[in-house]
Nanobody, 126 residues
Framework: QVQLVESGGGLVQAGGSLRLSCAPSGRTFSNFVMAWFRQAPGKKREFVAAISRIGSSTDYADSVKGRFTISRDNAKNTVFLQMNSLNAEETAVYYC???????????????????WGQGTQVTVSS
Protein backbone atom coordinates (compact mmCIF):
# COMPACT_ATOMS: atom_id res chain seq x y z
CA GLN A 1 0.00 0.00 0.00
CA VAL A 2 1.14 3.53 -0.75
CA GLN A 3 0.09 6.59 1.17
CA LEU A 4 0.54 10.00 -0.40
CA VAL A 5 0.54 13.24 1.54
CA GLU A 6 0.39 16.57 -0.31
CA SER A 7 1.34 19.92 1.15
CA GLY A 8 2.05 23.47 0.07
CA GLY A 9 -1.37 24.64 -1.03
CA GLY A 10 -2.88 27.92 0.07
CA LEU A 11 -4.17 31.29 -1.01
CA VAL A 12 -2.20 33.30 -3.54
CA GLN A 13 -2.93 36.33 -5.67
CA ALA A 14 -3.16 36.03 -9.43
CA GLY A 15 0.31 36.10 -10.92
CA GLY A 16 1.81 34.57 -7.81
CA SER A 17 3.58 31.28 -7.18
CA LEU A 18 3.20 28.20 -5.04
CA ARG A 19 5.25 25.03 -4.61
CA LEU A 20 3.42 21.82 -3.87
CA SER A 21 5.05 18.76 -2.37
CA CYS A 22 3.98 15.13 -2.22
CA ALA A 23 5.64 12.57 0.00
CA PRO A 24 4.68 8.94 -0.61
CA SER A 25 5.31 6.23 1.94
CA GLY A 26 4.95 2.48 2.13
CA ARG A 27 6.59 1.41 -1.13
CA THR A 28 9.77 2.26 -3.01
CA PHE A 29 9.16 5.75 -4.37
CA SER A 30 11.33 5.29 -7.45
CA ASN A 31 9.08 2.47 -8.67
CA PHE A 32 6.32 4.93 -9.51
CA VAL A 33 5.57 7.41 -12.21
CA MET A 34 4.27 10.42 -10.30
CA ALA A 35 1.81 13.05 -11.41
CA TRP A 36 -0.26 16.00 -10.34
CA PHE A 37 -3.92 16.39 -11.21
CA ARG A 38 -6.39 19.04 -10.16
CA GLN A 39 -10.13 19.21 -9.70
CA ALA A 40 -12.16 22.39 -9.54
CA PRO A 41 -15.70 22.41 -8.08
CA GLY A 42 -18.16 20.83 -10.48
CA LYS A 43 -15.45 19.73 -12.89
CA LYS A 44 -13.67 16.51 -13.68
CA ARG A 45 -10.19 15.76 -12.37
CA GLU A 46 -7.70 16.95 -14.97
CA PHE A 47 -4.09 16.15 -15.69
CA VAL A 48 -1.52 18.80 -14.83
CA ALA A 49 1.96 17.22 -15.01
CA ALA A 50 3.75 13.87 -14.79
CA ILE A 51 7.32 12.73 -14.25
CA SER A 52 8.96 9.39 -14.97
CA ARG A 53 10.53 7.16 -12.35
CA ILE A 54 14.00 8.68 -12.48
CA GLY A 55 12.87 12.10 -13.65
CA SER A 56 14.25 11.80 -17.16
CA SER A 57 10.87 12.45 -18.78
CA THR A 58 8.11 14.92 -18.00
CA ASP A 59 4.79 15.85 -19.55
CA TYR A 60 2.52 18.81 -18.98
CA ALA A 61 -0.98 19.90 -19.81
CA ASP A 62 -0.87 22.54 -22.53
CA SER A 63 -2.43 25.09 -20.20
CA VAL A 64 0.50 24.96 -17.76
CA LYS A 65 3.49 24.54 -20.07
CA GLY A 66 6.11 27.17 -19.42
CA ARG A 67 4.64 28.08 -16.03
CA PHE A 68 4.63 24.85 -14.01
CA THR A 69 7.56 22.54 -13.33
CA ILE A 70 7.34 19.03 -11.94
CA SER A 71 10.39 17.50 -10.31
CA ARG A 72 11.28 14.70 -7.95
CA ASP A 73 13.95 13.85 -5.42
CA ASN A 74 14.07 10.08 -5.07
CA ALA A 75 16.58 10.29 -2.23
CA LYS A 76 14.03 12.30 -0.24
CA ASN A 77 10.96 10.46 -1.56
CA THR A 78 9.32 13.67 -2.65
CA VAL A 79 7.76 15.03 -5.82
CA PHE A 80 7.26 18.75 -6.34
CA LEU A 81 5.12 21.01 -8.47
CA GLN A 82 6.38 24.56 -8.85
CA MET A 83 3.55 26.75 -10.08
CA ASN A 84 4.22 30.24 -11.39
CA SER A 85 1.99 32.93 -12.88
CA LEU A 86 -1.12 31.39 -11.39
CA ASN A 87 -4.53 32.60 -12.49
CA ALA A 88 -7.94 32.42 -10.82
CA GLU A 89 -9.13 29.64 -13.15
CA GLU A 90 -6.53 27.38 -11.58
CA THR A 91 -8.25 27.40 -8.23
CA ALA A 92 -8.75 23.73 -7.42
CA VAL A 93 -7.82 20.87 -5.19
CA TYR A 94 -4.49 19.51 -6.40
CA TYR A 95 -3.88 15.79 -6.07
CA CYS A 96 -0.71 13.75 -6.24
CA UNK A 97 -0.96 10.34 -7.93
CA UNK A 98 1.35 7.31 -8.12
CA UNK A 99 1.38 5.05 -11.19
CA UNK A 100 3.15 1.67 -10.94
CA UNK A 101 2.81 0.82 -14.65
CA UNK A 102 5.60 2.91 -16.08
CA UNK A 103 5.88 5.72 -18.57
CA UNK A 104 3.62 5.71 -21.60
CA UNK A 105 0.58 7.27 -23.19
CA UNK A 106 -1.65 6.62 -20.21
CA UNK A 107 0.29 8.92 -17.90
CA UNK A 108 -2.17 11.68 -18.81
CA UNK A 109 -5.12 9.60 -17.58
CA UNK A 110 -6.21 9.45 -13.96
CA UNK A 111 -7.08 5.78 -14.49
CA UNK A 112 -3.37 4.93 -14.66
CA UNK A 113 -2.79 6.01 -11.08
CA UNK A 114 -3.51 3.50 -8.35
CA UNK A 115 -2.74 5.71 -5.38
CA TRP A 116 -3.88 9.22 -4.53
CA GLY A 117 -3.33 11.71 -1.76
CA GLN A 118 -6.08 13.59 0.03
CA GLY A 119 -5.41 16.72 -2.01
CA THR A 120 -4.30 20.22 -1.16
CA GLN A 121 -6.40 23.30 -1.85
CA VAL A 122 -4.98 26.00 -4.09
CA THR A 123 -6.97 29.23 -4.23
CA VAL A 124 -5.95 32.00 -6.60
CA SER A 125 -7.58 35.35 -5.99
CA SER A 126 -8.10 37.71 -8.90
Amino acid sequence: QVQLVESGGGLVQAGGSLRLSCAPSGRTFSNFVMAWFRQAPGKKREFVAAISRIGSSTDYADSVKGRFTISRDNAKNTVFLQMNSLNAEETAVYYCGANPRGWGGLVLSATAYDYWGQGTQVTVSS
